[in-house]
DNA sequence: GACTCAAGCGGGGTACAGTCCATTTAGAGA
DNA sequence: TCTCTAAATGGACTGTACCCCGCTTGAGTC
């Protein structure tokens, strides 16, 4: 019997070339997001400045949002870092409570910092991370808050949406942001409190 | 002294010719959609099968959500209508926390049975409906069951959000609907209760 | 080093959202 | 009925996301 390569199994990995060009890609859509907002940015001028093809922008990141995506990325690797590995109570140590408390703390300071980057990088049209690591961290963390709790799965979903759906989709304007995402904490803590509460 | 056209002042309505097209592309519009699903529906083809020019269809609803927007309202009178003036828990009569657990159920019923129609209608790069009804609602509702609560406005919001979130960001496709709107509904259930038990 | 071929690349082509403005028309007042 | 003007209209035009496909190249294999 011959070996066949199997049509599953681990995609092979990127080329090199094509890993360099998507890593400078990242870099120059990040100086090109800075210097113009994300949503002055087009694909055509972004591909030029990085001296290479349209195609190739299309090919390696799929979708215009697929790019700001990647760009917010690296970002979010740095925060999940630190839920999982840094301090109490946003890194493990605390109760549950407690630590989605701080996540959802956390999580609206950064989307707010990063607020016109994340709405870049919705996608209506197809949308779902699916398995987007806050879904992930909230599922657990409610899971271990209320161990009896049937139906955990579509509650965190719910809990998600509740944190970043304001700022994504129903905050108006950036300018009125501060106040409103102070507000947005501090509601947040009373939800994850009462939620909690035996 | 002369009486002036103050620039503010309850605008001018639509011309009668202006309201007959906006009304007979909406009915192409709800068409269309039957026809070919919403994603399908451009806006050339859409003027094209009016009879009217394309300008008329922008001048009409400003965007592409905005005629899905305007479809989906027609739809949306009736909903809230049946929450106005509707037998309670739904309509008014019932105490606040169930009319606010009723309405949860209500509301993801509506947005599974126009899943397409409410995801077109969705524009992140002009977002919220500020005013809509539904956050209008619950924000009444909310303050009823927690009239000791501060920050009502934006617990509200994170309330719609955990609503409508997870049907129009989060869920990936049409198909897993029925089952995964059945939990959502419970969950929903849940999180009211928690939230207004004192 | 030479061969091979899937992966990657480029950039012209297509389709569609949204704008502009010259022309037409509703409808208020005289 | 006539006049006048703001509102409405149509459709050519523009900008941009995304597709297609022939050519190039990285990186395994001998």
Not at 17 to 33: K, P, Q, S
Not at 142 to 169: I, K, M, N, R, S
Request: with cysteine; hydrophobic share 50%; proline share 7%.
């Amino acid at each position: 019997m011959e070996p066949v390569a199997l049509p599953w199994g681990p995609p092979r990995e990127e080329r090199a070339d094509a890993a360099r060009n998507r890593a400078h890609l990242i870099g120059v859509a990040r100086e090109m997001v800075a210097e113009l907002g994300a949503c002055n940015v087009t694909m055509d001028a972004l591909a030029e400045r990085a001296g290479l093809g349209k195609g190739t922008v299309f090919r390696r990141f799929g979708t215009r949002a697929g790019i700001f995506h990647a760009v917010l990325d690296e970002e979010e690797a740095l925060f999940q870092h630190r839920v999982m590995t840094g301090p109490a109570p946003l890194g493990p140590g605390a109760p549950a409570a407690e630590r989605l408390a701080a996540f959802g703390r956390a999580r609206l300071e950064f989307l707010a910092a990063h607020l016109a980057l994340a709405r870049a990088s919705l996608d209506v049209a197809r949308p779902v991370p699916g398995q987007s690591p806050s879904l992930f961290h909230v599922r657990m963390l409610l899971a271990e808050a209320c161990p009896d709790d049937a139906l955990t799965g579509t509650l965190a979903l719910q809990l998600v949406a509740a944190l970043e759906g304001p700022v994504l989709l129903y905050l108006q304007r950036q300018d009125e942001g501060p106040l409103v995402v102070d507000d947005l904490i501090t509601s947040w803590q009373v939800l994850v409190e009462r939620l909690t509460a035996r």
